[in-house]
Structures are given as structure tokens and as C-alpha cells.
């Protein structure tokens, strides 16, 4: 059961109630039909959704009608796209990502990699999903992705599933001589992959292990306990969350690798070393 603490009616006023999930409207017009509306914002934590958003609801004369609002918990994906040139692999910016269904061609979500090649999306219910590069883009650039696809599970947890290791290396497709006469032309496209420009340790950040991310505050030995932690779990404040983190590394590979290291499920951040270090948990 999940409290409210906003619902939005046309012509009625709610009551919540403190001791359980359950919101009152009195005082409606019978035999009328009201709009009763949800916004995903007002829920606590990031993964939960409303299956629904509006319901319209015709008013009984003389007594409550219940209406139950189911909220589904979503999860989210990450990993990196590479660019491999001449055996020395660099993040590459903007490359789409599309999620099918299983065993499916229906695109039920996509995203472009980050400017240093990060990917993620959260939104995923749960269910099986396969994750490809967009072919349209491949065929324009003339690239090839390795591996074509991966499959990936999202679970039905509480909190939301978390996974990574979405990974793609780009190449070049081998590009093939024609002979005129005695002059091979050889035709080759040219592609500068974009690079992060921030270095994190230059300017007072690091990498860091994110585990979770609340809109109510939690205590951070909570998630210390929880993944059996030896290092302190931090929490700061960003667009109106509680993001709780550990770890400080200079590299987004070694924030993977000490992620893979601990055995926890998680995604790579940068946050403000300055802010780290003041709202370090006792």
C-alpha cells in the first residue's frame, strides 16, 4: 500500500488519511461523473507509477464507491557505448538505443548515449527486453555494433530493478577497394567521436556508486546494512530527491569495476566531491 499525499479532483476536495493509503472525497454530486487525476511526481520513490493517470468515476447516491489505483514499479539500465578505433575504444555521444519487447519488433522505449557514451533509461516495467542499436543509424554511418543485441531481465521489486552492463562497441564496416585502371580509390568516412571535456578530479568531482534515490530521506546506514557495506553510504540533494551513493573514484571504469568488486546493483554518477565530504552520514 502506497500513501498519497496529492490527488487532483475536479469539484471535490480530498481527505488522506495518516493511518493507512486509503483517500476520502466527500461531498460530491450524485449521479455525476468527476475526473480523478494522479501525477507520478507525487509518489515517493522514483521507480513507482501510476498504471493509470485519470480515472473518470460516475458518484453513487448516499455512499463511497472505492476505486482501487494500482502503481507499478519500473526499472532502469545503464552501460556504455564505444567507439573502436584502431584497437583503443573512446565513448561515443548520441548513439540511440532502442528496448523491444522480447521475441518482438515493437520499440517500447529509447535514448541516446551521453556525450562520454553512457547509457541509461529508466521506465522499463518489468518483463524481458532485448536492447539494440538503432539499424537506421548503423546503415547512415556505416557502422556495426558488437554485440547486435542483448537480452535483459527487469524484475518486480519493490524499489525497482537496476541493470547494467548495456554495452555496445561501434566499428567501422570494412570498406572495399574498386580498382579504375591502375588506381585503387579507396571511399572512407571520417568519424570524430565526442569526448566528455570535464575531467572529474580537475574540478572537485568523482565517480561514485548510486544506490537508490527517494523522495523522503532514509538514513544512509540503512543501505550501508542492506549491501553490507564496509565504506560509508552519502546522501546530497538533486531536482527534489534524496540519492544515496558510496565509493569515490576517478574513472567511470573504476566506479564499474569496485561496483562488480562489492557485488551490489547500482549505477555510476558524478557528484560534488566539496558536497560528498559535508553530508557524510555519522
Known amino acids: 500500500m502506497v500513501k498519497l499525499s496529492t490527488v487532483r479532483v475536479s469539484g471535490g476536495k480530498a481527505i488522506f488519511s495518516e493511518k ?29 507509477r501510476f498504471k493509470k493517470k485519470v480515472y473518470q468515476v460516475l458518484i453513487d447516491p448516499n455512499q463511497f464507491k472505492r476505486i482501487d489505483v494500482p502503481i507499478v514499479v519500473v526499472g532502469e539500465v545503464s552501460g556504455m557505448a564505444y567507439m573502436d578505433t584502431d584497437n583503443s575504444l573512446q565513448g561515443i555521444g548520441r548513439v540511440l538505443v532502442k528496448f523491444y519487447n522480447k521475441n518482438s519488433t515493437k520499440v517500447v522505449a529509447e535514448t541516446l548515449s551521453e556525450s562520454d557514451g553512457y547509457i541509461y533509461y529508466l521506465g522499463l516495467r518489468p518483463g524481458e527486453y532485448v536492447a539494440r542499436v538503432d ?33 555496445f562497441v561501434l566499428s567501422r564496416n570494412k570498406i572495399k577497394e574498386k580498382p579504375i ?9 571520417i568519424f570524430v567521436p565526442i569526448e ?25 546506514a540503512y543501505y ?14 538533486k531536482d527534489g530527491y534524496f540519492k544515496y551513493v558510496t565509493g569515490k573514484y576517478l574513472t567511470r571504469k573504476a566506479a564499474w569495476a569496485g561496483m562488480a568488486q562489492l557485488g551490489i546493483t547500482g549505477f555510476v554518477t558524478v557528484v560534488d ?4 565530504k559535508k553530508l557524510q552520514s555519522k
Request: glycine share 4%.
Open 20 to 48: 493507512d493509503s486509503i483517500v476520502r472525497i466527500p461531498n460530491l454530486n450524485a449521479f455525476t461523473s468527476y475526473n480523478v487525476e494522479f501525477n507520478d511526481n507525487d509518489l515517493e520513490n522514483i521507480a513507482w
Open 135 to 167: 539499424a537506421e543509424q548503423l546503415s547512415n554511418l556505416d557502422f556495426k555494433a558488437d554485440p547486435p543485441q542483448i537480452d535483459l531481465t527487469i524484475k518486480t521489486l519493490e524499489e525497482g530493478d537496476i541493470v547494467g552492463g548495456i554495452d
Open 181 to 189: 585502371e591502375k588506381t585503387i580509390v579507396l571511399i572512407e568516412k
Open 196 to 220: 566528455k571535456a570535464i575531467v572529474p578530479t580537475e574540478k572537485g568531482m568523482i565517480y561514485t556508486i548510486q544506490l537508490a534515490a527517494l523522495k523522503s530521506y532514509t538514513d544512509p
Open 224 to 237: 550501508k546494512k542492506k549491501f553490507k557495506l564496509t565504506d560509508d553510504v552519502w546522501y546530497f540533494e
Open 273 to 276: 566531491q566539496s558536497e560528498v
